[in-house]
C-alpha cells in the first residue's frame, strides 16, 4: 500500500539528515486505527528529537517539503522535553495520541505520558467554537458546486468527531469506541438531531453516495449539530 511505502521512506529520510537525533517517529490518527480511510485519512506523524535548533530545522527542511509534496500533512516537531513541557495545552491532541499511536521508530514515550487536565476544558470550548468558525467559513467560501458541501463536511469530520469525544471526557462520561455512538450519546446530553452527523459518516465510510443525499439539507443539519454541541459545552462546562 501507498501508506506503509509513503511510511518508510519518511523514516528512511528522517534517520539519513537526523541521524543520533532523531529519538522517536510516530504515526497517530486514524491511520493509526481501524478508522483509516485511504482516500480521506491523512498520515499524521509526529517526530521526537534531543534537540530542534535552527540548524536542525533546517536540515529536516527538504524531508518536510518531501512530505508535504506526497498530499501528508507536515510531521509536528518537537524534542521531548517539548512535548512533556506542553502537555497540559495540547491535552486533547496528546490524549488522543496516547490512546492511538504506532511507533514507526524509537521506545514508545507516549502511553506513559502524563497529560495534566487542567486546561481540558477550556481547550474544548474554544476548539468547539473556533471549527464551528471555521466551517461557517468554508462554506462560505463554497460555490455550490457538485460535490463540494459534502466534501467539505467529510474534511471537518474527524475534528468534529474527536472534539465530540472530548467533550463527553470533559463532562465525566465515559466514551464509546465509535464515533456514531459518541455522537448519539451527546445528541442525548445536550440536545441536538445526531441525523446530519449519520449521514456524513456513511459517506466517509462509502456506504452512502453524494449524490444520494440533499445537500443543502444534510449541511444545516451537520451544521446545526456541532454549532448546538459548542453552545450548550459552553453552559455545562461553565456550571461544573
Not at 81 to 90: K, Q
Not at 119 to 134: A, D, F, K
Not at 180 to 197: E, K, M, S, W
Request: glycine share 6%; net charge negative.
Amino acid at each position: 500500500m501507498h501508506r506503509e511505502r509513503d511510511l518508510n521512506e519518511l523514516v528512511k529520510r528522517l534517520k539519513e539528515v537526523a541521524g543520533e537525533n532523531l529519538s522517536a517517529v510516530v504515526l497517530y490518527g486514524s491511520a493509526a486505527t481501524n478508522d483509516f480511510r485511504e482516500e480521506y485519512s491523512d498520515l499524521n506523524v509526529l517526530c521526537l528529537f534531543d534537540r530542534l535548533d535552527g540548524p536542525d530545522l533546517a536540515s529536516l527542511r527538504p524531508v518536510g517539503v518531501w512530505w508535504w509534496r506526497k498530499g501528508h500533512p507536515t510531521p509536528l516537531v518537537f524534542t521531548l522535553e517539548e512535548l512533556r513541557h506542553s502537555a497540559d495545552v495540547f491535552a486533547i491532541e496528546l490524549l488522543d495520541i496516547k490512546q492511538h499511536h504506532y511507533m514507526l521508530l524509537g521506545e514508545d514515550c507516549l502511553t506513559g505520558l502524563e497529560v495534566p487536565m487542567t486546561l481540558h476544558r477550556l481547550q474544548v470550548e474554544r476548539e468547539l467554537r473556533t471549527n464551528v468558525i471555521r466551517l461557517r467559513q468554508a462554506f462560505l467560501r463554497s460555490r455550490g458546486k457538485g460535490s463540494e458541501l459534502p466534501e467539505l463536511m467529510i474534511a471537518s469530520l474527524s475534528t468534529f468527531s474527536a472534539l465530540f469525544r472530548h467533550s463527553l471526557i470533559a463532562l465525566g462520561k465515559t466514551v464509546p469506541d465509535s464515533p456514531r455512538a459518541a455522537a448519539d450519546q451527546l445528541a442525548d446530553l445536550v440536545g441536538f438531531d445526531p441525523t446530519g452527523i449519520h449521514t456524513v459518516l456513511d459517506l466517509r465510510e462509502g456506504k452512502r453516495a453524494a449524490h444520494d443525499i440533499k445537500h443543502g439539507q444534510t449541511f444545516a443539519l451537520y451544521l446545526d449539530a456541532v454549532t448546538r454541541v459548542a453552545e450548550e459545552m459552553d453552559r455545562l462546562l461553565a456550571a461544573k
